[in-house]
C-alpha cells in the first residue's frame, strides 16, 4: 500500500470506530487492529489519536472546498433542499464529530481553531446564498439584513444539531432528514414568495431521492 | 457532615470539574481530592463517575420540577424572556452535560432515558406555553399547530445550543443571553401580534436585570 493508501484506511477505521463507540473509546491501537496494520505503521503516520482526528477534520475541509460553493449562483428552494441534504448526509458520516464537537475543539487547539475557520467561512456562504435568494425574490427581506443573519445563523444550528436531537429523543424515525427539512421550511415560510412556496412541494423529491442515504438512528 | 452534605460537597466538586476539564478529564479520585474527602468515602456515596453524573442529572429535574411549571399560567413575551433565561442560566450552570449530551447518554442508558423523559416532558410544556401565547393573542397561529410545534422544537434546539455555538465561535461576547434572545425573537416575530412587538422592548429588560449571572465565554 501507498502512503496515502494507508493512511485513508487508517481514517476510514477511525471514521468507523468513532462513530461506533465516541472517540474516547477507541485507541490507537483499535484502530491499527481495525486497520489491520501494525501500531508501528500507524504511529509511522499518525502520533496520536488527535492527529488522526485532525486529518479526519481536514478531510471534511477538502470535501466542502470541493463542491459546497457556487451556491449563490442557484438561488432557488430546491438548491436550498439539495444544500440541506448535503449538510445532513455529511454530518451523518461523520456523526461522531458533531456529537463531541464542543469535547474535541476544547481538548485540542489546533483542531479548535481549524473548525472555527471553516465554520466561519461556511457560515458567511449561507448568508451569501439566503441573500441571493433575496435578490432573486425567492425569499422577502425580514426585518433588516441582520435578522436575515439571524436566521440563517438559527438553520445552521439546527442544522448541526438535528441528528443529536433526534437520537436523543430515541424513537426510530424513517425520514429523518425530509422531517429536518419540514422545520427549515416553517422556519423560512413567513418569508417565502408566492413562487418560491409553489416551489416547495417539488423541492422534497430532492431529499425522495436521496432516501437510501438516509441516516437511521441504528448507528 | 451529614450524608446529604457530602453528596452535595461531592456533586458540587464534579460540576465545577466537569465544567472546566470535561468529565472524560475527571476521576472520582480528583473529585474526591477536590470535596476534600478520602475516596473511600467518596465510593460509599458513589459507586462511580457516572452515578455522581445521574445524582447530578436528578437535581437538574428537581430543579425544573420545582421552578418551571405553571408557565402557561403567564402566557406574556416576557414571561417567554423570563423562561429563556432560566434555561440559558441553568445550561450555563450545567454546561457540561449540554457539551456533551450525546456521549453521556450514549455511555450510559439509565442516564440517557432520564434525559429523555425530562426533555420529552419539559418540550411539551413550552409547547403548552406557546399555544397559550396563541390563546391570549400574543402570537398569531402559524399554519397548523404542527407548525407552532415546529417553531418551538426549534427554539429548544437553539437554545439548548447556543452556548455551544458561541463557545465554537470562539469571540468574547459580552451579552451571550440577550443575544441568543434577539434569535428566538426574530424567529418568532412574524407571528407576534402588534400588542405582543409593543411588548419586546420591556421584555428584554428582564434580561438585562440578569446581566450579572451572564455567562462569559471564560469558564
Do not use: C
Not at 472546498?65 to 449538510?87: C, I, S
Not at 464542543?102 to 467561512?121: C, F, G, P, Y
Request: net charge neutral.
Amino acid at each position: 500500500m501507498s502512503s496515502k493508501e494507508t493512511q485513508h484506511r487508517i481514517k476510514q477505521s477511525a471514521i468507523t470506530l468513532f462513530n461506533k463507540r465516541g472517540t474516547g473509546r477507541v485507541s490507537t491501537n483499535l484502530i491499527a487492529e481495525y486497520s489491520d496494520i501494525s501500531k508501528g505503521n500507524l504511529y509511522y503516520h499518525f502520533k496520536n489519536k488527535q492527529e488522526i482526528i485532525q486529518a479526519i477534520h481536514a478531510d471534511i475541509v477538502t470535501e466542502m472546498n470541493a463542491g459546497w460553493y457556487k451556491d449563490e449562483q442557484q438561488p432557488t428552494v430546491t438548491h436550498m433542499a439539495e444544500m440541506f441534504l448535503r449538510q445532513l448526509d455529511l454530518i451523518w458520516r461523520y456523526r461522531f464529530l458533531y456529537r463531541e464537537m464542543i469535547t474535541l475543539a476544547r481538548n485540542d487547539s489546533v483542531l479548535r481553531e481549524h473548525m472555527r475557520q471553516n465554520r466561519e467561512k461556511r457560515i458567511e456562504a449561507v448568508i451569501e446564498f439566503f441573500e441571493k435568494l433575496v435578490d432573486s425574490n425567492v425569499l422577502n427581506m425580514p426585518r433588516s439584513k441582520q435578522s436575515l443573519r439571524y436566521l440563517v445563523i438559527m438553520t445552521w444550528i439546527f442544522s448541526d444539531n438535528w441528528l443529536n436531537f433526534i437520537e436523543l429523543r430515541g424513537r426510530d424515525e424513517d425520514n429523518v432528514i425530509q422531517m429536518g427539512y419540514d422545520f427549515i421550511i416553517e422556519m423560512l415560510y413567513p418569508y417565502l414568495t408566492d413562487s418560491a412556496r409553489q416551489e416547495i412541494h417539488s423541492s422534497y423529491s430532492v431529499l425522495q431521492a436521496n432516501e437510501n442515504v438516509s441516516p437511521r438512528m441504528t448507528g
